[in-house]
């Protein structure tokens, strides 16, 4: 993950959600390995510990600016 001082944000509210959030939720929007924007949308707790559920975003959430397009996502994610 990316560390929020080194992000462009579209607005000061995803800047503040990526940046401020406590443990063990920050950051709820990250950006992953391969670069695609995800927001962590889930909490599960399993016997191997805290597990998350991400979902890959294309809008900012708070301004609707577009961040990334479905074909750019598809690109970057192998399976």
């Keep these: 993950m990316s560390d929020a001082q ?3 944000f579209c607005c000061d ?4 959600v990526v940046a401020e959030l406590p443990e063990p ?3 709820t929007i990250y950006r992953a ?6 927001m962590v949308v889930g909490l599960a707790q399993t016997e191997e510990g805290l597990g998350y559920l ?5 809008h ?3 301004c609707g600016t577009k961040l990334q397009d479905a074909k750019a996502i ?3 994610v192998s399976h």
């Design 54 to 58: 991400d979902h890959a975003i294309l």
């Design 6 to 8: 080194d992000e462009v």
């Design 33 to 38: 390995d391969n670069g695609v924007m995800m």
């Design 74 to 76: 598809a690109e970057k």
């Design 25 to 27: 939720v920050a950051p």
């Design 60 to 62: 900012c959430p708070f």
């Design 13 to 16: 509210t995803l800047k503040s």
